[in-house]
């Protein structure tokens, strides 16, 4: 098997594992399926990494990936293309300015694993502007009458669950070592059932689908608590009306764009090269 064919075979498991899992986990809402994403995300890139010489196989396998989750039957697109293909650039700088070693690929997941935080929080100042920074630290004010919370003990428990992300990061870097060289093809079966389950769900509406994704639990707490904010912050009606009305709006076109924007169509673009081969390599995998 030749480099461009065990590319497009990582290629293949981590588009199956997003559109599959990925796409399951994300139709239930369930809280945090995108750091668990990531971090089987960061086990597949160690493990390619170590497997393939070229350096920017990384990079490669998830902008692949990131161009294939435009197939997903169910959940958004665009922010988890956008999830997968900068988790794998900054896992490609990684091993590229540490090497790819048990250090470099530490630092690689460690870079990977802290996008999945940042993201999420630039969505939100997109979509809330900046009442999401007010309407936190009026909640910190408010909750350390009750409690003796501060600012400083709030950042800690958010360093604490940071911590804990990148220490499973480097787990599943020593997990990758350990089975460097071998099989996965129970692995690859195993999310292939999961792509099934995924499209039975998928029968909806881009419209209906964006509406939905404005019952995301995060979404609606933030909604919830910015209310709350201008309620007993003593603003004139007009100003709630409209701290509430806009990230409702904002909210459901960026989530209407993020289903319907024809992203697969770029394939079809491709000038022929490398990224096209791997492109094309990883198609034949995900139809066999």
């Known amino acids: 098997m030749n480099e461009k064919e065990k590319i497009g075979k990582y290629a293949a498991l981590l588009s199956i594992i997003e559109i599959g899992l990925g796409s399951f986990l994300h139709s239930l809402k369930i809280p945090f399926s995108g750091h668990f994403l990531s971090l089987n995300q960061g086990f597949i890139l160690t493990k390619a990494s170590l497997e393939i010489e070229d350096k920017n196989t990384p990079a490669l396998i998830s902008t692949t990936s990131a161009l294939l989750k435009s197939l997903s039957p169910a959940g958004k697109k665009l922010t988890p293309m956008l999830a997968i293909s900068m988790q794998g650039q900054l896992f490609n700088i990684g091993t590229r300015l540490f090497g790819r070693n048990i250090f470099g690929h530490s630092i690689a997941i460690v870079l990977l694993a802290l996008w999945s935080f940042v993201q999420p929080i630039c969505i939100y100042f997109i979509l809330f502007g900046k009442d999401f920074l007010y309407m936190i630290q009026y909640f910190i004010r408010k909750l350390n009458r009750v409690f003796p919370v501060t600012e400083e003990n709030l950042l800690v428990i958010l360093l604490c669950i940071i911590a804990l992300k990148l220490t499973l990061g480097v787990f599943v870097v020593l997990l990758a070592y350990k089975y460097k060289g071998q099989d996965i093809e ?22 209906m ?5 404005l019952l995301n639990p995060m979404f609606i707490i933030s909604l919830i608590l910015t209310g709350i904010f201008y309620f007993y912050s003593k603003s004139d009606k007009s100003i709630v009306i409209w701290g509430l009305m806009r990230p409702l709006a904002l909210g459901y076109i960026i989530f209407l764009v993020i289903r319907i924007f024809p992203i697969e169509k770029f394939a079809t673009k491709l000038k022929q090269g490398k990224y096209k081969e791997v492109l094309e390599e ?3 995998n995900l139809k066999e």
């Open 186 to 207: 129970t692995y690859k079966n195993w999310a292939k059932k999961q792509k099934r389950k995924s499209k039975a769900k998928s029968e909806r509406s881009p419209l």
């Open 209 to 213: 689908a964006a509406f939905s994704d």
């Open 282 to 284: 990883t198609l034949k």
